[in-house]
């Protein structure tokens, strides 16, 4: 009988290739026409970290 929680190897943390881990979440709310439109994209979560970077990037060079 298969084990019903997986192999050890699905409860190992994904390995990622970044300088900095994703080690939390965060959540919003939005439209529903936002979260579909962001939903259709290849990446979505890529897509929403670099938004909200770039976003962080100019406000930290608008307040300098």
């Known amino acids: 009988m298969p084990n019903p929680k997986g192999t050890p190897e699905n409860l190992e943390p994904i390995k990622s290739n970044r300088e900095e881990q994703l ?5 919003f709310r939005v439209t529903e ?6 939903k259709a994209l290849d990446d979505p979560p890529e897509f929403c970290r670099q938004a909200i970077q770039k976003a962080l ?3 930290k060079a608008k307040d300098k």
């Not at 080690?23 to 959540?27: G, R």
């Not at 026409?33 to 962001?38: F, I, L, S």
């Open 23 to 27: 080690t939390t979440t965060l959540s």
């Open 33 to 38: 026409k936002m979260k579909e439109d962001v």
């Open 57 to 59: 990037d100019e406000k």
